[in-house]
C-alpha cells in the first residue's frame, strides 16, 4: 500500500490550520491575499533572483505557527505529534531573559531539517513551554494552582498519538489515516468554546497575559500563522492602504542596499474574539479576548557564530544611537548601521564567513590552471559559486517583540529573583529527543557542499574555509 510521505501529511497539515485559521481570524486572509500579490510582483520583476532563497512554490507554501503549552508532558506529546509530520525540535530560546515584561516561557521551534524537506515544505511552529515554578513571575501557592489546573486537562487524545507515531515509524501513513491524523491535529489546535473561568484567568492576566493564554484555559491553540513574503515593506505599506493597522515597525534587521540576512518580522495587532467566560456564582456570559494576530516575514541569509555576533553588535550600535537621538526610526538609524558595518555583497559574507553558504562547482571554471583547496580563492578564481542558505529559525528578541506587542498588561517580574533554570538539554530531557542546535545544521549543510565539490573538481585534500578579513 503507498503511503502518504510525511513532507506531504506536513504540507496538509499547513494547509489546514491555514484554513482553519482564516475562519478564525477574517483579517488573516487579507494577509495572505496581499502577501499573494506582493510576491507575484517580485517575482514578475525580480525573476530568478527573487527565488534564490526559496522557490516561487515553497514561499507561496511557506508558513510557520505559533502555539504554546503548560507543562513538560504537554511539550512531550507536541513533539511526538509533530514528529510525525517529519518536524524535530530545533534552537532553543529563553524568552524570559530577552523579553522585558513578563514572558515566562522557553520555546524551541519544530520543523523539518533535511535540506530536501525543507525544500518540499518548510512549516514550523514555534512552541512555547510555560516555566510555572519561575519565582521571578509565579508565588509559590500559584505555581501550585497552575500545576493542578494543567495536571487536570488533557489537550491531546490518544488517537491523535498513536497515528503520530504510527507516521513518524513508518515516514508515512496510508491515505484514509494521512487524512485523520491531519484531521485530529488541526483540530487540536483550534480555539475552543468552552467557558474560561473568569477569576482564574484575571488572576494569571495580572502577573502574566501569556501565563494566562496559557495556563488559564483548558485547551490550546494557534496563536498566529505567519506567510512569508519577499517584500516586507511594501506588504506593510499596502495592509495600511486596505485600512489595517500594523505594529509601530517591521521587527529585525532594516531594509537595506545589501543582502537580506537573518528575519525580518511584522504583525497586525490582535483582534478582539467573542470568548465564552464563567464568572464565581457559575453563570456564562460573552467576553472578548484579544490574543490572536497576523504576522508576516520575509527570510534572509542566515549568519554564522561570527555573523551573529557582529549583528548583535550592530543591534546595540542601534540601540544606544537611539538613545542618544531619539525622534528617528529604528529603520532609519539600523540602515545607516548596516551600511557602515556589514559587508554588501554575498561574496564577502561568505569569504569573510559572516553567512552560511552551499558551494557548486562554477557553470564556466577556468579554462587553465589548477584549483587549490582555499575556499576564497576558489571563489575570486572563479571555480566555485556561493549559493545563501535561507534562515530558517527564529529570532528571540523579535518573539519576545511579538510576544509583547500584543500582551493586555506588562504583568510583573521580580527580577531581584533567580529564574528556575532552564537549558537546552533540559529541554531535550523533557521531549525525549535532542533539540538540535541550529548552527550544527547549517554548518554540516555546508560541509557537505565543500565536501561535493572538493570531489567534483579532484582537489587532493579538503578545502579549507580561511578567514578572508580583506
Ligand atoms: C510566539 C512568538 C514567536 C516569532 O515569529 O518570533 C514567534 C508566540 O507568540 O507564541 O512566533
Ligand atoms: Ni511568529
Redesign the pocket.
Known sequence: MSLVPSWELRAEFARALSAMYGTEVPAYNDLLEVATEVNGDVLGRDGADAERLGDAGRVAAER?G???VGTPREMRRVATIFAGFGMTPVGFYDLREAATSAVPVV?TAFRPVAPEELALNPFRV?T?LLVIDDPRFFAPEITAELSRFLDDRELFGEELLELAVLAQDGGGLPRAQADRYVRLATAAFELSGDPVDHEWYRTLDEISSVAADIGGVTSTHI??L?PRVLDIDELYRRMEARGITMIDEIQGPPRWAGPDVLLR?TSFRALAEPRKFRAADGSVFTGSLRLRFG?V?ARGVALTPAGRDLYDRMIAKVDARLADRPGRTRQEVAAEVWSADLPASEDELALRDLAYFTFTVAAEPPSTGRPGTDLAQLVRDGWVTPQPIVYED??PR??AG??QS?LTSEGHKDTSRDGSDRSPEWLSEILGRPVADPYDLYAAQRQASLDRVARQLGLSAPITLTKDSR
Open positions: 510557520h505559533a502555539i504554546r520555546s514555534f512555547s496563536n498566529h505567519t518580522q504576522e516575514e527564529f529570532l523579535s518573539a511579538i510576544f500584543n
